[in-house]
C-alpha cells in the first residue's frame, strides 16, 4: 500500500490519561498513545479493563482526571462530544424503533438542517456502503441485528467523522454473522478512508481486523503494535497468554542466548537480561515440535489429545508442568515423546 504523510500523523494523541471514579478506583493509569489518521486501532483487553471509559474519554462523554486529549495537536478535553470530529457507534445500537431505517440515518442531517434533496442523496449513498440498498423505508424492528447495526454505523458515518470510535458493536451477534460483519467493517473503513477507534476483548477479531493493537490490562496499556509483533513477540507474559493460548514457565536466564527451565539449558535469541535473572518464557503450542522420546529435548507423557481440523491439540505432562501443543502430527493418549524447541521460539520475558 501506498504510504502518504497523511496517512502516517497521528490525528489523535493521548497524553498522561489517568481517570479516577468518584469511588476512588484508579480506572486508567498514565495513558500514553497515539492513533493515526487512517488507521485501525483496536483496544483489546479483558471484561474491566477500562477501554469503554477510554473510548468515552476520547469521544467527550466523560472527562479525564488528569491528562490530555490532543487532536490534530490542540487539547479537546473541555470540547462537547457533538463539537468533536469524532462519532461513537455503541454496543447497543440505540436507533430509534419508531422511525424508518431512511429517518435514522438523517437524523443528524436534520438536526443541522441540511437541505432534503442533499439528505436523500446521503441517505442512499450510506445505504449503498452498508450494502442495505433500498432499505429507506424499512423499519427497524423488521431487520435482523446484523442489519441493523450496519444501519447505526451508516447513522454514525452520515455526518462524515474523521474518527469513528466502536464500543465492542459487534458483541450481540450471533459467531456467524460476527465474521461476516468483521470482514464488512475493514472494508467499509478501508472506503470511508477514516480512522476507526474499536473496542473488543475478543482478541481474534483484534487480529484479524487492525493495523494497530494496543492491548489493555488493568487500566494501563502493556503493548502497541501490529497484530503480527503482538503476536509473534508479546512484552509481557499477560499479552502473550491474553493474545494466544501459551505456555508460560519460570525460568532463568543464564547469560545471553543461554536460558534454563525445568533442568535444561536452552539456547536464545535473547540478551541484555542480565545474568542469573529470574525470567519468564513463553512458547506458542504451535512451536513446539513432537519427535521421538530419545530425540526430544524435554520428554513427557501425552495427556489428551483433541483433533481440531487444521491440527492436533494436545496436552503433554513434563516435570509437572503440562504443556499445550499444536500440531499435524498425532501421538496417541500415554504415549511418551520428546519435544524439541528452536530458540527463535523461545521468547524471554522480564518476570512481571
Ligand atoms: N461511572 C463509573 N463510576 C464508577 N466506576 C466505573 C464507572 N464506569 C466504569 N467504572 C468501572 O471502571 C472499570 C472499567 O470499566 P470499563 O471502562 O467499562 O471497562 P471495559 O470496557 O474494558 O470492560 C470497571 O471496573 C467499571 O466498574
Ligand atoms: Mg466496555
Given at each position: 500500500m501506498k504510504e502518504t504523510k497523511q496517512q502516517t500523523e497521528p490525528i489523535i494523541n493521548l497524553v498522561n490519561i489517568s481517570k479516577t471514579f468518584d469511588d476512588g478506583a484508579?480506572?486508567?493509569?498514565?495513558i500514553n498513545m497515539y492513533i493515526r489518521r487512517n488507521e485501525f486501532l483496536t483496544l483489546l483487553g479483558?471484561?474491566?479493563?477500562g477501554k469503554t471509559t477510554l473510548l468515552r474519554i476520547i469521544g467527550g462523554f466523560e472527562e479525564a482526571s488528569s491528562g490530555e486529549v490532543l487532536f490534530e495537536g490542540s487539547n479537546?478535553?473541555?470540547?462537547?462530544p457533538y463539537k468533536r470530529r469524532i462519532n461513537t457507534v455503541f454496543?447497543?445500537?440505540?436507533?430509534?424503533?419508531?422511525?424508518?431505517v431512511g429517518e435514522n440515518i438523517a437524523f443528524g442531517l436534520q438536526i443541522k438542517k441540511v437541505d432534503q434533496k442533499t439528505i436523500d442523496e446521503k441517505v442512499a449513498q450510506m445505504l449503498e456502503l452498508v450494502n442495505l440498498?433500498?432499505?429507506?423505508?424499512?423499519?427497524?424492528?423488521?431487520?435482523?441485528g446484523g442489519q441493523q447495526q450496519r444501519i447505526a454505523i451508516a447513522r454514525a458515518v452520515v455526518n462524515e467523522p474523521e474518527v469513528l470510535l466502536l464500543d465492542?458493536?459487534?458483541?450481540?451477534?450471533?459467531l456467524k454473522l460476527r465474521k461476516g460483519m468483521q470482514m464488512e467493517l475493514k472494508k467499509i473503513q478501508q472506503k470511508l478512508g477514516i480512522t476507526f477507534i474499536y473496542v473488543t476483548h475478543d482478541q481474534e477479531e483484534a487480529l484479524t481486523m487492525s493495523d494497530t493493537i494496543a492491548v489493555m490490562n488493568e487500566g494501563r496499556v502493556q503493548q502497541i503494535g501490529t497484530p503480527v509483533d503482538i503476536y509473534?513477540?508479546?512484552?509481557?507474559a499477560f499479552v502473550a497468554d491474553f493474545i494466544g493460548e501459551s505456555n508460560i514457565l519460570q525460568a532463568t536466564?543464564?547469560?545471553?542466548y543461554l536460558v534454563s527451565f525445568h533442568g535444561v539449558d536452552f539456547v536464545c535469541v535473547?540478551?541484555?537480561?542480565?545474568?542469573n535473572v529470574a525470567v519468564d518464557v513463553v512458547i506458542r503450542p504451535e512451536d513446539i515440535r513432537i519427535v521421538k522420546e530419545e530425540e526430544g529435548m524435554l520428554k513427557g507423557t501425552v495427556e489428551s489429545v483433541t483433533f481440531k481440523g487444521v491440527h492436533y491439540e494436545m496436552m503433554v505432562k513434563s516435570n509437572n508442568y503440562t504443556w499445550a501443543v499444536h500440531s499435524t502430527a498425532m501421538a496417541p493418549v500415554g504415549a511418551k515423546v520428546g519435544m524439541v524447541l528452536t530458540p527463535e521460539d523461545i521468547h524471554i520475558m522480564k518476570r512481571g
Open positions: 484508579q480506572i486508567l493509569k498514565d479483558p471484561s474491566g479493563c479537546i478535553a473541555k470540547l462537547p454496543q447497543k445500537y440505540a436507533l430509534f424503533p419508531h422511525m424508518t440498498k433500498g432499505f429507506q423505508d424499512r423499519r427497524i424492528e423488521s431487520l435482523s465492542e458493536p459487534l458483541g450481540a451477534l450471533d509473534n513477540e508479546p512484552k509481557n536466564m543464564i547469560k545471553d535473547d540478551t541484555g537480561f542480565g545474568e
